[in-house]
């Protein structure tokens, strides 16, 4: 059974920076790609950055461009997100997700995730 365990969360302030890590067990080879996604209260679930397994190709939302960087870790199943110039409007709960495995190339399509972690907050205040 797959699981997913995100790490690294906490409170910053504005401008800062933190770094979350994300190990998954169990995927075998149905992922692709690993993603990190975050969910604000009353907002809906935003896609981030995803990498595909092996490390060779990422994608970024607009909205984290330049500020967060997506890398593998120690170990194909591992990634982490570097997150600089922190805003107020990071603040939220952030997911780590593997996808179905059905789509070519690094992509923030939710639908098709399907392994989810029971993510770890991030707050960001000034």
């Known amino acids: 059974q797959a699981r997913l365990v995100e790490s690294g969360g906490g409170s910053v302030q504005v401008g800062g920076s933190l770094r979350l890590s994300c190990t998954a067990s169990g995927l075998g080879g149905r992922s692709s790609v690993m993603a990190w996604f975050r969910q604000a209260p009353g907002k809906e679930r935003e896609g981030l950055a995803a990498i595909l397994r092996g490390g060779h190709l990422t994608k970024y939302a607009d909205s984290v461009k330049g500020r967060f960087t997506i890398s593998q870790g120690k170990g194909e199943d591992t990634i982490d997100l570097q997150m600089t110039s922190l805003k107020s409007e990071d603040t939220a709960m952030y997911y780590c997700?593997?996808?179905?495995?059905?789509?070519?190339?690094?992509?923030?399509?939710?639908?098709?995730?399907?392994?989810w972690g029971q993510g770890t907050q991030v707050t960001v205040s000034s």
């Open positions: 997700a593997a996808d179905r495995g059905r789509v070519n190339g690094a992509h923030l399509m939710t639908d098709e995730y399907t392994f």
